[in-house]
């Protein structure tokens, strides 16, 4: 079956442009999490959602950043007025059941988001 | 909060050699202790993981224990492979908070 797909897989913009970043989770999988990675360092977490509640967004940076997932199963990230430090690969994993860490994470390829 | 320390790498090793790449964690409870391994030009893939004190995670021949009393969850592999280059990371994640905690990754680069 497919994996997490996350679209588009490389997104360039010019400083103070607004982006959205997909993400089309394994189908059936409750749980979506997306996750920064800065070159060189390992992904940091960003936010969840338990179908389309978002539980926890503490790992936001920024109210720039705004995350939605309206029907429980496509999300979207959205970064608005986007600053050089945005630049990072955006990582979503989804997982089939909520409240069970034991669960793995399936994970994306990831956007690359650049920042000109 | 939870965090992970892990062996800053890169790591350059001979094929057939022994692996070892260190991880240890604070965290308050009792968390679940994960290796992912990303392969060049990949997505973040789970390579094994461990529950509980002093259960051992084991996939492809690599190994990782559980050890409460050093706070630690070690990778290792007795024979690497030139296919086994990658970077992998270490994570924990709490009971009853189903977010990830990563280290920042080893490189390993295993040469024929």
């Known amino acids: 079956g497919a994996g997490v797909s996350q679209s588009p897989r490389y997104k360039v913009a010019k400083r103070g442009q607004d982006v959205a970043l997909r993400c089309d989770p394994i189908s059936g999988h409750v749980s979506l999490f997306w996750y920064q990675q800065a070159l060189g360092q390992g992904p940091e977490f960003l936010t969840y959602?338990?179908?389309?509640?978002?539980?926890?967004k503490s790992g936001l940076p920024s109210d720039r950043f705004f995350a939605e997932r309206p029907e429980g199963s496509v999300s979207t990230l959205k970064i608005q007025r986007t600053q050089q430090e945005d630049s990072a690969v955006y990582l979503c994993?989804?997982?089939?059941?909520?409240?069970?860490?034991?669960?793995?994470?399936?994970f994306g390829d990831g956007t690359r988001l650049s920042i000109l | 909060g939870n965090s992970v320390t892990q062996m800053e790498g890169p790591v350059t090793l001979s094929e057939e050699a022994f692996l070892t790449i260190n991880c240890t964690y604070t965290?308050?409870?009792?968390?679940?202790l994960f290796w992912y391994v990303q392969y060049p030009g990949e997505g973040l893939q789970l390579l094994l993981k461990?529950?509980?004190?002093?259960d051992k995670g084991s996939n492809k021949g690599f190994e990782a224990t559980y050890r409460k009393e050093t706070t630690s969850f070690h990778l290792e592999k007795g024979s690497v492979q030139v296919s086994d280059s990658a970077v992998y990371f270490c994570?924990?994640?709490?009971?009853?908070?189903?977010?990830?905690?990563f280290g920042k990754g080893t490189k390993l680069t295993v040469n024929p």
């Open positions: 461990a529950t509980k004190a002093d």
């Open positions: 994570a924990n994640g709490d009971i009853g908070s189903e977010k990830l905690v």
């Open positions: 965290a308050t409870g009792y968390p679940s």
């Open positions: 994993a989804s997982s089939p059941w909520t409240g069970d860490i034991n669960q793995p994470q399936h």
């Open positions: 959602f338990q179908n389309e509640a978002q539980l926890d």
